[in-house]
């Protein structure tokens, strides 16, 4: 369900990325501020970021098959990273390419309908809330909505960045207006790079959080017949999805069948908290004998 909820809110960004890219094109044509167009560049990156992501969380939701036996889950954390990377390369260094040389340019640019570029930037603060306002009650967010959550908020940020330099150039301070536009470009560098680095994080196998581990430890051990619990190996395969290996301790008497049985019981527990997830069950005996379940 969360997948689904995932792909609707992200729709509905992109059409609304769409709204915004267009006024703030046409405000910056209109006003010669480049903070606009500064945020009309980010959006752009945004409606190819976004549909990048949208196509990666419906891909995430396919079945596991004989190619990708624990799903598709991790295909929005490949799109979360490629989206970082689209924010520092395009995004980031095309705002400042345009920004730093403005900065250090003794003449004034001449702009124009001011009170239009500051009207243009609060309707956009108000239309990029509102699917802000929707993932942010969302309560669990797959790695695609995470990195678009992210984008929101850098969203709301660069346009309060872009408001503020161009209130500041109607007060007769120019300067302001490359000063806002590298502010922004700082925004999307930073987010960017936290962006990346948690994704990569998850492709190359992160663990769950160790009270996950004491938790299957704790219910493993719970059943009758488990002497110890141990080799307990866990990563995420995909959004909230993980993908966990624990060997248990029985005593050697028992037969394959019995050792069976409390594997199967330690299985069926086990399920209860690990979701969409699995959880192999190995059985070894007590005294180093081997009995497999």
């Not at 028992?254 to 086990?270: F, M, N």
Request: proline content about 4%; glycine content about 6%; charged content about 20%.
């Amino acid at each position: 369900m969360s997948g689904q909820e995932d792909v609707k809110n992200i729709r509905i960004t992109l059409i609304l990325y769409g709204v915004i890219f267009g006024m703030k094109l046409a405000a910056y044509f209109m006003s010669g501020i480049m903070a606009l167009l500064a945020e009309a560049l980010h959006t752009l990156s945004d409606i190819f970021v976004s549909g990048f992501l949208l196509i990666a969380a419906r891909y995430s939701c396919r079945r596991a098959d004989r190619l990708h036996m624990f799903g598709y889950g991790r295909a929005q954390n490949v799109a979360a990273l490629v989206a970082a990377t689209l924010f520092i390369s395009f995004t980031c260094f095309e705002l400042l390419r345009e920004a730093l040389p403005r900065l250090f340019k003794h003449e004034t640019p001449a702009y124009q309908n001011i009170p239009l570029a500051v009207g243009v930037l609060l309707v956009s603060i108000a239309i990029a809330a509102y699917p802000l306002l929707k993932l942010l009650r969302q309560k669990t967010r797959g790695a695609a909505a995470k990195a678009q959550f992210m984008e929101l908020i850098n969203d709301e940020f660069g346009l309060l960045a872009a408001l503020i330099g161009t209130l500041c150039v109607s007060w007769g301070m120019p300067a302001a207006d490359p000063i806002a536009a590298i502010a922004v470009a700082m925004i999307i560098a930073v987010n960017a790079v936290k962006l990346f680095r948690e994704n990569a994080s998850y492709l190359l196998g992160k663990a769950p959080p160790e009270e996950f581990f004491e938790k299957l430890r704790s219910m493993a051990l719970s059943v009758p017949g488990v002497a110890d619990v141990h080799d307990i190996r866990a990563e995420y395969v995909g959004p909230d999805i993980i993908h966990a290996d624990l060997h248990i301790r029985v005593v050697p008497t028992l037969t394959i069948v019995e050792a069976h049985a409390i594997a199967v019981t330690v299985d069926g527990l086990l399920e209860t908290v690990m979701g969409k997830g699995m959880c192999q069950v190995h059985v070894d005996a007590a005294e180093g004998q081997k009995a497999e379940g």
